[in-house]
């Protein structure tokens, strides 16, 4: 492994009870933020596209032969469209609940020389109903959109999609162990407010609402506990650098 593994953090019990977000929160917040998250990625802004980047995520994938991949809450797959262009996949599906997101997806795709399926909806409902298999799960910063019992049903669902020696790969933040949210809340929008320089005050505003309304970020041993009673008994955090995570599950059974 080239990747410098996560060094860990001392065990501590997370005490907030899960929130349950609604669709039209994440899709009424994502609708103002989509033109902002698009443009901070692009401009190199959003550090965990910096730090943990697309190589991290070939690294961690490539053992698993990914010529099938489902990209869940892919936005506009701009991220995924480059790492997909190097590996062999025979076929890209996405999943999204915004439209508008899905449209930039269909461009940012064009260039993949294998089908490409959008899907407008929520991915755990798409995970629950439909029955494919895939090599690669893929899913980068819309997890912390869940609550916890939201996550169990995910990772359990996302465990019968993978063919055997499948994966799913997780890019997303993640908490301190021990830390409460409001103290992640607090922190993660006081180093946006230090690093997203770009943004106009008007759409740092309204980013930082819709991490104080949407994120609720497990700690890494929360997310190793629910993927093992979900069925994922090989968990690897493989990348890790201050919030901002790449976690693999498989399943040995698989
Ligand atoms: C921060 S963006 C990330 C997009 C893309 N994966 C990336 O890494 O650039 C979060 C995306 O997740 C989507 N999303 C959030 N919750 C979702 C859900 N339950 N089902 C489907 N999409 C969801 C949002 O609509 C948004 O496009």
């Not at 190097?86 to 997101?101: E, K, M, N």
């Not at 700690?219 to 790449?246: C, H, N, P, T, V």
Request: charged share 20%.
């Amino acid at each position: 492994m080239l990747l410098p593994l996560d060094a860990g953090d001392d065990a501590a019990t997370i005490t907030e009870p899960p929130v349950a977000l609604m669709e039209e929160q994440i899709l009424a917040s994502w609708v103002v933020n989509a033109g902002v998250w698009t443009r901070a990625v692009r401009r190199g802004e959003i550090l965990s596209r910096v730090r943990v980047t697309n190589g991290a995520v070939l690294q961690a994938i490539a053992d698993c032969a990914p010529a099938t991949l489902l990209d869940l809450g892919c936005g506009d797959a701009i991220h995924l469209a480059n790492i997909a262009m190097v590996l062999p996949i025979s076929r890209y599906d996405g999943v999204d609940l915004s439209p508008v997101a899905l449209q930039l997806a269909e461009q940012n795709l064009q260039g993949l020389n294998c089908p490409v399926n959008l899907h407008t909806g929520d991915m755990l409902s798409f995970l629950e109903s439909d029955e494919s298999k895939y090599d690669v799960i893929f899913t980068s910063y819309a997890f912390h959109h869940l609550n916890k019992p939201e996550m169990m049903r995910f990772l359990g669902a996302a465990f019968h999609h993978l063919r055997p020696g499948g994966q799913l790969a997780l890019v997303d933040v993640i908490r301190q162990q021990g830390q409460s949210l409001a103290d992640y809340l607090d922190a993660f929008c006081e180093d946006m407010r230090r690093q997203w320089l770009n943004l106009s005050p008007e759409e740092l505003d309204h980013a930082i609402r819709h991490v104080r309304d949407c994120d609720q970020p497990p700690a890494l041993e929360e997310l190793r506990e629910i993927a093992l009673q979900a069925g994922l008994d090989d968990f690897r955090a493989i990348y890790r650098k201050d919030w901002y995570q790449l976690i693999t599950f498989g399943s040995r059974a698989l």
